[in-house]
């Protein structure tokens, strides 16, 4: 009787107190103790530290990055707005600000192409009509005028606003009268990049074609001659009717410089006026830009009408 108690017990489980299941327990215990032991060893390895502390400096360096880089943001708009105001002068109805104008349209190239060229460069350009321009010395333009006009002048009535409030209305008369530049009968529009400009244009190694390129490789053509005179009115539309932005030629034009006998038949007054229309337009949608237009034609005329 005491046999078969015995049995039903053991069916029925195993008794805890047995070696066998003492054994076990303390197997599972070592085991979990191991793992404790190696998630603890792994955390607090130098391996482990090293990656964690990478990570906070590459973090640590985004946010700077950041920081900085937005830093310079604010600073260059605070440059942008600012930068025009430069002079300052105290009058009896208060300080008033004079505000210079940033161009590209400007005459040093130009000139000091002029003082150097020779007479037969000189009689070159006479020849396509521009005889009248050799005259111009004035190396630099009044900037601070410069402002004043271009902020006077009407795009729309296409004058010249004066502080009584009277406009002096301009046509391509007064730019002929002002430049002496040739007033022809056919009208100058935009082209694309033609044979024709691609031929000239290898002849410079830069890629970005500045004016001061083009003159000095014009002047190694001391004889004057058909690439000199294209070279000229290359640097004359890019600095005095219309620059670009960035400062390189204004090369969507050429194509009425291919035949330079007829130069002198383009309507060069009403292209630079309708030039100067759209550029004072768009500097008066962003006035912190360039303006592209020609100044000299605005200073000129201001001074002396």
Not at 91 to 106: A, H, W
Not at 132 to 140: D, I, P
Not at 292 to 301: A, E, M, P, Q, T
Request: glycine fraction near 6%; proline fraction near 2%; include cysteine.
């Amino acid at each position: 009787m005491k046999e078969i108690k015995r049995r039903i017990k053991g069916r029925r489980g195993v008794d805890s107190s047995s070696p066998a299941v003492q054994s076990e327990s303390a197997s599972k215990s070592d085991s979990s103790s191991k793992n404790s032991s190696r998630s603890k060893s792994e955390s607090s390895s130098p391996i482990s530290k090293k990656r964690v502390t990478k990570r906070k400096v590459t973090t640590t360096l985004v946010k700077t990055g950041l920081n900085k880089k937005r830093k310079v943001d604010e600073e260059a708009q605070t440059k942008k707005v600012t930068k025009k105001v430069t002079k300052i002068l105290s009058t009896e109805q208060g300080d008033i600000q004079y505000v210079k104008l940033d161009t590209r349209s400007v005459t040093m190239t130009i000139v000091k192409a002029i003082l150097e060229m020779t007479d037969a460069q000189k009689k070159s350009v006479t020849e396509i009509g521009f005889g009248s321009f050799l005259q111009l010395t004035a190396k630099h333009l009044p900037l601070y005028l410069g402002h004043w006009v271009v902020e006077h002048f009407d795009a729309q009535k296409v004058g010249l606003k004066m502080a009584d409030g009277e406009c002096i209305l301009i046509d391509e008369k007064d730019v002929y009268i002002a430049l002496g530049i040739p007033l022809g009968g056919h009208e100058i529009k935009a082209s694309g990049l033609s044979d024709a400009q691609r031929r000239w244009r290898q002849s410079f190694p830069q890629t970005r074609l500045h004016p001061n390129h083009i003159v000095n490789a014009m002047m190694e053509s001391k004889e004057g001659g058909e690439f000199f005179k294209k070279c000229f009115m290359m640097v004359f539309i890019s600095t005095i009717i219309e620059s670009n932005k960035n400062g390189t030629i204004n090369n969507c034009y050429f194509d009425v410089l291919e035949d330079v006998e007829e130069i002198k038949s383009y309507n060069w007054c009403g292209f630079l006026l309708k030039r100067l229309i759209q550029a004072k337009k768009s500097w008066d949608n962003d006035k912190q830009c360039y303006f592209r237009g020609s100044l000299l034609f605005l200073v000129v005329c201001f001074t002396f009408y």
